[in-house]
T-cell receptor
Framework: KNEVEQSPQNLTAQEGEFITINCSYS?????LHWLQQHPGGGIVSLFM???GKKKHGRLIATINIQEKHSSLHITASHPRDSAVYIC???????????FGKGTKLSVKP | DAGVIQSPRHEVTEMGQEVTLRCKPI?????LFWYRQTMMRGLELLIYFNNNVPIDDSGMPEDRFSAKMPNASFSTLKIQPSEPRDSAVYFC???????????????FGPGTRLTVT
């Protein structure tokens, strides 16, 4: 079993829809990261959180430490949101990231 | 700041050749990470350094892989000899590290796409 599980693997949405991507993990963590990888391949950090909720523009990330679960929400989705969204965790005193397999999002106009 | 710089961006080489990938972290960052991304396995850690010292190299697949960080502004990942199964995108990332108090957001380089024929 992977230490970080994401769902769904693939997601197709119509422009304007509200999108949710889920991440569950089975290890102790110091922080959870949401990353975005565009078709060109570059990886950008969207959020790093260890509790509660963070918001940046149309993106919202939440985490429930007790349930070992996080969600990434995109409101009013747009075709430019099309990318792979990767959940990753960093644990304890270790700084390295353990990655989920990613969710490939495609937003159609 | 220019961000994390990796070179080359693309590398095509023949099996058996030596390959050297280079990374310049963001100035002031004291943690550096090498990751590999393949279709089959996704992103996985190869090795990471804290203050130029290798902390965890358990992800290095075998002795053909080696990494160095001679100073705070430069790191190399070397594969010798290279094999077709090494074909992947190799990412370097850097962050601030505060020891036991935690690590910070990681900034990724653009990656090096390696193809071994």
């Amino acid at each position: 079993k992977n230490e970080v599980e994401q769902s769904p693997q693939n997601l197709t949405a119509q422009e304007g829809e509200f999108i949710t991507i889920n991440c569950s993990y089975s290890v102790g963590i110091s922080a959870l990261h949401w990353l975005q990888q565009h078709p060109g391949g570059g990886i950008v950090s969207l959020f790093m959180l260890s509790s509660g909720k963070k918001k940046h523009g149309r993106l919202i990330a939440t985490i429930n430490i007790q349930e070992k679960h996080s969600s990434l929400h995109i409101t009013a989705s747009h075709p430019r949101d099309s990318a792979v969204y990767i959940c990753a965790v960093s644990g304890g005193s270790q700084g390295n990231l353990i990655f989920g397999k990613g969710t490939k999002l495609s937003v159609k106009p | 700041d220019a961000g994390v710089i990796q070179s080359p961006r693309h590398e095509v080489t023949e099996m058996g050749q030596e390959v050297t990938l280079r990374c310049k972290p963001i100035s002031g960052h004291n943690s550096l990470f090498w990751y590999r991304q393949t279709m089959m396995r996704g992103l996985e850690l190869l090795i990471y350094f804290n203050n130029n010292v290798p902390i965890d190299d358990s992800g290095m697949p075998e002795d053909r892989f080696s990494a160095k960080m001679p100073n705070a502004s430069f790191s190399t990942l070397k594969i010798q000899p290279s094999e077709p199964r090494d074909s992947a995108v190799y990412f370097c990332a850097s962050s601030l590290a505060m020891g036991a108090s935690g690590y910070y957001e990681q900034y990724f380089g653009p990656g090096t796409r390696l193809t071994v024929t």
